[in-house]
């Protein structure tokens, strides 16, 4: 939720803007970046896409002892 709250401020972009191009509602937007909404992996590569960058999410598994 906060990295998309600092993407979309890095990328100058206002909820309501952001919310148009992902054709939602500042409400969602608002929900999204304090974490009251959940977000599968195609919500936040769409973010991503409308503030003009890419989601690179990964997995790290620890070695077991």
């Known amino acids: 939720a906060q990295q998309i709250y600092e993407a979309r401020k890095r990328a100058g972009v206002s909820q309501p803007e952001l919310a148009r ?3 939602t ?3 969602a ?6 974490g009251d909404q959940n ?5 936040i590569e769409n973010i991503a896409r409308a503030l003009g960058g890419r989601f690179e999410g990964h997995i790290v598994l620890g ?3």
Request: no cysteine; charged share 35%.
């Open 21 to 23: 191009r992902l054709r």
């Open 25 to 27: 509602s500042q409400a």
């Open 29 to 34: 937007i608002s929900r999204m970046e304090a």
């Open 39 to 43: 977000m599968t992996i195609d919500i």
């Open 63 to 65: 070695r077991k002892a």
